[in-house]
């Protein structure tokens, strides 16, 4: 990377818990951005790096570093999920996660939240990785960006950069060209997967197509338009953007503390002796929401 690159990156490896870090060290070696190893409460900054100590647990909350005792001194640790959950909720659309040879399949699902918040997921490709097992449970979910040799992600990252700033802004002069165009992906949706998106949120399908357009990219509307109708994969791919999931336990908290405070307390307190009461859960992606009910049902009739 160049050393006046405007990003900041943090890099989590999987370290001996015993070891001194050694990391910021040799890395230094290879770059010319300022690389550190990360303290508590340290700033992030662009054009440096900085590295996860050992046996510490890391977070990030308003650009900031926040470090942690691991919860489990032992056993299975997910170091590099725990910081990009954390990451994608704090830099939202702009978080970059990049997943590097490594064994197991820590990373996974902190690229999907990643995702989630409309940011970019950059991956080793399996083939020039001395240990493929992260970079192939990564590219198993099918929500990776860009699949390439180490030596060529920069290249990419950069370009990427240079082109996600918004692409798609929802101008009144430009009402009607917008309008057209969300129509026209809908139908190309439609055609291929047998989807109909025309009634989505308005918004939700900008924020996804511009994700798309940046990966590519491109800066008109209508130039991708027409590279999707050259290109079906494309289609697949911004389907798979669009189904995201973005879920979790407990999300909407007020709606939750109705239910266990008001809704379910009625429900249990009118059912007569032998009656089932039975609960559907609409459209839950992930099983998060089913089980919050759930949860919420046993402590009521613990209650």
């Given at each position: 990377?160049?050393?006046?690159?405007?990003?900041?990156?943090?890099?989590?490896?999987?370290?001996?818990?015993?070891?001194?870090?050694?990391?910021?060290?040799?890395?230094?070696?290879?770059?010319?951005?300022?690389?550190?190893?990360?303290?508590?409460?340290?700033?992030?900054?662009?054009?440096?790096?900085?590295?996860?100590?050992?046996?510490?647990?890391?977070?990030?909350?308003?650009?900031?570093?926040?470090?942690?005792?691991?919860?489990?001194?032992?056993?299975?640790?997910?170091?590099?999920?725990?910081?990009?959950?954390?990451?994608?909720?704090?830099?939202?659309?702009?978080?970059?996660?990049?997943?590097?040879?490594?064994?197991?399949?820590?990373?996974?699902?902190?690229?999907?939240?990643?995702?989630?918040?409309?940011?970019?997921?950059?991956?080793?490709?399996?083939?020039?990785?001395?240990?493929?097992?992260?970079?192939?449970?990564?590219?198993?979910?099918?929500?990776?960006?860009?699949?390439?040799?180490?030596?060529?992600?920069?290249?990419?990252?950069?370009?990427?950069?240079?082109?996600?700033?918004?692409?798609?802004?929802?101008?009144?002069?430009?009402?009607?060209?917008?309008?057209?165009?969300?129509?026209?992906?809908?139908?190309?949706?439609?055609?291929?997967?047998?989807?109909?998106?025309s009634f989505y949120k308005k918004n939700m399908l900008i924020r996804r197509i511009e994700r798309r357009m940046s990966v590519h990219q491109i800066t008109n509307v209508d130039v991708?338009?027409?590279?999707?109708?050259?290109?079906?994969?494309?289609?697949?791919?911004?389907?798979?953007?669009?189904?995201?999931?973005?879920?979790?336990?407990?999300?909407d908290p007020e709606a939750f503390d109705v239910l266990r405070e008001k809704a379910i307390p009625q429900m249990l307190k009118v059912r007569t002796k032998g009656n089932v009461l039975?609960?559907?859960?609409?459209?839950?992606?992930?099983?998060?929401?089913?089980?919050?009910?759930?949860?919420?049902?046993?402590?009521?009739?613990?209650?």
């Amino acid at each position: 990377m160049p050393v006046d690159n405007g990003m900041a990156f943090v890099l989590v490896p999987h370290l001996d818990p015993t070891h001194k870090g050694m990391m910021p060290e040799l890395l230094q070696r290879f770059t010319k951005m300022q690389v550190f190893q990360a303290e508590d409460g340290m700033k992030v900054w662009p054009n440096c790096v900085y590295v996860i100590p050992p046996n510490k647990d890391m977070f990030i909350l308003h650009e900031t570093l926040q470090l942690l005792e691991p919860s489990e001194p032992r056993g299975l640790r997910l170091p590099i999920d725990f910081f990009l959950r954390h990451l994608a909720e704090d830099l939202q659309e702009r978080a970059v996660g990049i997943i590097l040879s490594g064994m197991g399949t820590d990373g996974t699902l902190g690229i999907k939240s990643i995702k989630e918040k409309l940011g970019m997921v950059m991956v080793q490709d399996i083939g020039s990785a001395k240990y493929d097992g992260m970079p192939r449970s990564a590219i198993a979910t099918g929500l990776v960006d860009y699949i390439a040799p180490v030596e060529e992600l920069p290249g990419k990252l950069l370009g990427y950069a240079k082109h996600s700033p918004t692409i798609l802004e929802e101008k009144p002069t430009a009402e009607e060209k917008y309008t057209h165009a969300i129509q026209k992906i809908a139908v190309l949706l439609r055609d291929q997967t047998r989807h109909d998106f025309s009634f989505y949120k308005k918004n939700m399908l900008i924020r996804r197509i511009e994700r798309r357009m940046s990966v590519h990219q491109i800066t008109n509307v209508d130039v991708y338009i027409r590279y999707l109708r050259e290109n079906p994969q494309e289609i697949e791919l911004l389907f798979k953007e669009l189904l995201i999931g973005v879920t979790g336990f407990f999300r909407d908290p007020e709606a939750f503390d109705v239910l266990r405070e008001k809704a379910i307390p009625q429900m249990l307190k009118v059912r007569t002796k032998g009656n089932v009461l039975r609960v559907w859960i609409p459209g839950c992606s992930t099983g998060d929401e089913a089980y919050s009910v759930a949860i919420i049902l046993q402590e009521c009739l613990k209650g």
